[in-house]
Every structure is written in C-alpha cells, then in structure tokens.
C-alpha cells in the first residue's frame, strides 16, 4: 500500500544546531514530495516540494530537502535552528499525475532548547 | 497561490447536532479538498469536492456523514452530521492553484470542532 513514513515522532535540538527530519515514502513511481509546518493554532505551511530535477530543493526559512531515489527518501534539512522553527512537521506525496490528494506522513514535533 | 478562509474558525457543539464549515476561495480553484487532522494527528482526505457533482469520499468516509456541497469554483461547505465526541478534531480545506493544478496545495487555517 502507498504510504508516507515519518520515523521521528518528536525531535528536540538546540538553538543553533543542525536539524534533519527524516521522510521515506513507499511508492511505485516517483511521487511529487512536499514538506508543510504547522505551527501551534495556525495552518498548513509549504517548506518545498520536489517534482523533478534536482534532487536537492531549497525551501523558505532555510530549510532543503534531498530526494534520494535509492532510499525512497526526502529528508529535511536547516543548518542551523531558530526557537521560532519550534512546530510540527509534515511530509507528503501525491502521485505523479493529476490526482491532488495529499498522503500525509505522521507528523514529527520539533522542539528547540534554548 | 489562493487565500482560503474557513468559518466558523472554532466551535463546541453538542452530541448528536450537526455543523456546516464553510470554505471561501479568494479566486477561481479547480481542485478542492476536505482533511481531517484528530488531536496529535497527522491530516486524512475525507474528500475531493467537485464543482456541480457530488464529492469523491476516501475510504471510511461516507456522504451521509460528511455532506459536501461545492456549488461554484470559489466556495464549498463540509457538514459533520450527527457528531460524536470522536469527530473532534481540525477540519481543513484546501486547494490547488489559480492557474490550475501544480501538484501544490494551499491550506486554509481549519476549523477546530469540540463535540461534547
């Protein structure tokens, strides 16, 4: 079955440190990629997305994604973490073509120590 | 991109009621969707809303639960019927872009129910 895999349900680093979030998807083909934040009381954000190319994406805030294919994986990345990144993290695909549905991945909590 | 605005934002209703969200787009979208995010949960498709003909439901969501009406390309309701505490939770609608569909979606800010 397609799914989306998000191993790390909650994640806390320092402020200043490096943050990656792991993403692994299980498809047939190559999906379109996505990395949302929600922050506490607000709605979806887009990070990025990976359609084709490549396969490193840079995003909003400071954050890039690598998709690899090898390892059916897009994890997310920012070399250095502000207090305000504090938020819940979303991966998600949707299949190549024109279908619009979002699969979502379970979600990882970041949390960021002064 | 498409602004999204949801009504009501947040409401507590009673067991057994039924409430209608509301999903404005500020600009003609061809794509619409309805999620559902339970507490500490991740987001779930309840269904695609299709413009003049009824919604597409996902797997363990069914019409008479979830009536969806989305009457134009701008606007489109989510009722949940008969509510339980178990249908607690975020609703969000969400689109695709204004100059057609980029596999991008844009979220509105949701509407928080509490049933009690």
């Known amino acids: 079955a397609q799914s989306v895999t998000q191993p790390d349900i909650h994640i806390t680093v320092s402020e200043g440190a490096s943050l990656e979030l792991r993403c692994n998807y299980s498809?047939?083909?190559?999906?379109?990629l996505f990395w949302y934040v929600q922050s506490p009381g607000q709605g979806l954000q887009l990070l990025l997305k990976y359609f084709s190319g490549d396969t490193l994406v840079q995003g909003i805030k400071g954050f890039e994604a690598e998709f690899k294919r090898s390892q059916s994986s897009f994890n997310l990345r920012k070399p250095s973490v502000h207090w305000s990144d504090a938020a819940e993290y979303f991966c998600a695909v949707v299949l190549s073509g024109n279908t619009g549905k979002l699969i979502f991945g379970q979600g990882t909590t970041l949390q960021v120590k002064p | 991109s498409a602004v999204i605005s949801q009504k009501p934002s947040r409401d507590i209703c009673q067991r057994g009621t039924s409430l209608t969200i509301q999903c404005q787009v500020d600009?003609?979208?061809?794509?619409m969707f309805w999620y559902r995010q339970q507490p500490g949960q991740s987001l779930t498709l309840i269904a695609t809303a299709n413009q003049g003909s009824e919604a597409t439901y996902e797997s363990g969501f069914v019409i008479d639960k979830f009536p969806i009406s989305r009457p134009n390309l701008t606007f489109s309701t989510l009722t949940v019927s008969n509510m339980s505490p178990e249908d607690s939770s975020i609703y969000l609608c969400?689109?695709?872009?204004?100059?057609?569909?980029?596999?991008?979606?844009?979220f509105g800010e949701g509407s928080r129910l509490t049933v009690l």
């Open positions: 969400s689109v695709g872009g204004t100059s057609g569909y980029t596999g991008e979606l844009f």
């Open positions: 498809y047939g083909a190559t999906p379109y």
């Open positions: 600009s003609q979208v061809t794509m």
